[in-house]
């Protein structure tokens, strides 16, 4: 690597952060070893302002791999969707780097000046920095003086944005406080998309921003799904003009990838209930975006798509507030009509051809028809199972356990917290009888398969955990960990929901045996995994179990099909019926890996959070 004559006077840094990376890019040039990644590593960083701790480098695919934390810098650039720290590649020349991480950013260094060959073999993601860019970052301005740091970080991001994808520059997800609360400035808008446009090196002109910005009504999901289509991270155009985006709009493809785009990132993957009625909605306004609309004629829309006679299996009320959760629609308080928010974006999510929508919309339906046929196969043969069960002796207990727990409440010298745990598991025991009961009663069961109600879901898993205490052996300990004191709504069946719960917390009990412990923690979020719809209820059940092996994990999961490597105890039925209860509800069901601090088995659940819908 050679330097020009004039480097000393033109390109010779003015501070002692640009010496020390220059030396360490030289040192690194003759030599590229772990301590000489190190050593540049900490230079480049500490050159971009950001902490200078030793830097840990890995061996990996012929050369080294360390991570920078002065590239993605949040406090002067707050929508930057890069990690904190970034994977950086180095290798000998005329080597590729091995990305393992193909869904992770990363940068390459590249020890040439100039790297257009390396740029164009370079997977995207994965952006490409040359010996000149990183001179340019340690040179002096025109006048000789030192540039900002500030000013460095930002000319480093726009040397690396066209390696980089949308999504590492946009995010997968919107920011949490894009749709609540008071609505961005146009202004503010307007900066951001072009700053994001800057940085993925397209040029554009502020017509082409503000059009961009109406068609997607500044949708934060919509916004991000239409760069991604408008700039693919192969092939990426230099410029983005009107005429690109007027052949965007008119490709039913392009539409179409759009508006399935912005369906699956704005709802939890299995929200289909939500799906259908944002899909109902675009059907009834695609000629009038400013139209008035009632949950009644929103319904006659899903009537007469449904494959059989009468409404579909859902709750549309608590649905379309999920919809309005996600920025779609406003619905002033007291006022039961629901209202469009943009109708650029009401334009493109319907696209060139409506009937795509009807299509989708006739899908969402029919998944929703299948969901409650397994759900309630599922829940017949999980309380025969539970009938089947019950014997006399059982009952005999279960009751003489009941008459104890009533005469200690009776008791006043009986503490405060004694009584609120004998007040749980008398209800545990109490829905220990009522469930028996339904076992035996066919009429009763379908009754309370269909009957859907708001529950809070924080009560129902501290009466859950309670119970569970009361079957489980002495050395078990059973934790609840709500991180709210306020209840957590969701819309659900009761007995169903109870079902899935029962079952992953049995499983959990069957496998740490005579001892262990296990947890149970109730989150509130923004959004579910990914950033994915509206505010959503995590449920984590972990034990000190022996855990799941990882290999399993994609069979358990649904993402492999067929039988795990190893059959695992029991016959599988209580995992499954869990899963389609939860589908059932719109929720989400994955084993993760193991539990971080019991080391057992670790199982997820999401759940929509709906308010109550208003009543009739």
């Known amino acids: 690597m050679s330097t020009r004559p004039e480097f000393t006077s033109q390109w010779r840094p003015d501070d002692e952060s640009g010496t020390a990376l220059i030396k360490a890019l030289a040192e690194l040039y003759r030599n590229v070893s772990a301590e000489n990644v190190r050593t540049f590593a900490n230079a480049l960083d500490t050159h971009l302002g950001a902490d200078a701790a030793r830097h840990q480098v890995e061996e990996y695919g012929g050369g080294f791999v360390t991570w920078l934390s002065g590239v993605a810098d949040y406090q002067r650039i707050p929508q930057l969707a890069l990690p ?3 994977r950086l590649y180095v290798c000998p020349d005329g080597r590729e780097p091995e990305v393992p991480e193909k869904d992770r950013p990363a940068a390459w260094l590249v020890l040439r000046m100039q790297a257009a060959t390396q740029r164009k073999l370079s997977p995207p993601g994965v952006a490409v920095l040359d010996a000149r860019t990183v001179l340019q970052l340690a040179a002096p ?16 991001l726009r040397a690396m944005g066209r390696g980089l994808r949308v999504v590492d520059v946009v995010g997968r997800q919107p920011l949490p406080d894009d749709r609540s609360g008071p609505a961005a400035h146009p202004h503010e808008e307007h900066e951001d998309l072009a700053w994001w446009l800057d940085l993925l090196g397209v040029r554009y002109t502020d017509a082409v921003v503000d059009m961009l910005l109406y068609d997607t009504d500044g949708h934060p999901v919509a916004l ?23 052949e965007w709009r008119a490709d039913p493809e ?13 709802f939890l993957g299995s929200d289909r209930e939500a799906a259908a009625a944002l899909r109902a909605v675009l059907l009834l306004i695609r000629d009038d975006p400013e139209l008035t609309l009632s949950a009644e004629g929103i319904a006659s829309v899903l009537g007469s798509s449904a494959p059989g006679a009468g409404s579909p299996p859902m709750e549309l009320k608590a649905a379309l507030s999920r919809v309005a959760a996600a920025g779609f629609l406003r619905q002033e308080p007291g006022d039961r009509s629901y209202r469009w928010n943009g ?32 759900s309630e196969e599922s829940a017949v043969l999980g309380l025969l199972e539970v009938r089947e069960s019950y014997t006399h002796t059982a009952v005999n207990r279960t009751t ?23 007040q749980g598991a008398l209800r545990a025991l109490e829905e220990g009888q009522q469930a028996e009961a339904r076992a035996r009663d066919p009429q009763w069961l379908y009754g309370d398969l269909h009957t859907k109600e708001p529950l809070d879901l924080r009560a129902e898993l501290q009466s859950h955990c309670l119970g569970l205490l009361t079957e489980a052996p002495a050395n078990v300990v059973v934790d609840f960990l709500p991180d709210t004191d306020q209840e957590v709504v969701v819309w659900a069946s009761h007995q169903l929901l109870k079902m899935a719960v029962a079952n992953l917390l049995d499983n959990a009990l069957r496998e740490i045996g005579p001892e262990g412990r296990i947890r149970v923690t109730l989150s509130l979020l923004p959004r579910g995994r990914e950033g994915v719809g509206g505010p959503v209820a995590r449920v984590d059940i972990e034990d000190s179990g022996p855990g799941v092996p990882e290999n399993w994990l994609p069979f358990l999961n649904g993402t492999v099909s067929g039988p795990p490597p190893v059959t695992p105890k029991g016959s599988g039925r209580g995992v499954t019926f869990a899963r389609n209860f939860i589908v059932a509800h719109n929720g989400t069901l994955v084993f993760l890996a193991r539990s971080r601090d019991l080391r057992g088995a670790h199982v997820r659940i999401e759940l929509p959070v709906t308010e109550t819908p208003p009543q009739r």
């Open 84 to 86: 904190r720290k970034l």
């Open 141 to 156: 301005d025109r006048r000789g003086v030192a540039t900002p740091r500030s000013h460095r970080t930002v000319n480093l």
């Open 224 to 246: 991000r799904a239409a760069l991604a289509g408008l700039l693919p991270d192969t092939d990426r155009p230099f410029e983005l003009t009107s005429e690109a985006l007027q």
């Open 254 to 266: 392009a539409q179409a990838a759009f508006h399935d785009s912005v369906v699956d990132r704005s």
């Open 343 to 374: 109708p650029g974006l009401a334009a493109l999510l319907i696209g060139p051809d409506p009937r795509r929508v009807e299509s989708r919309l006739d899908q969402d339906l029919r998944e929703l028809y299948d969901r409650r046929d397994r």
């Open 400 to 422: 003489g356990a009941t008459d104890a727990i009533r005469r200690m409440l009776e008791r006043e010298d009986l503490s405060e917290q004694a009584r609120v745990e004998a």
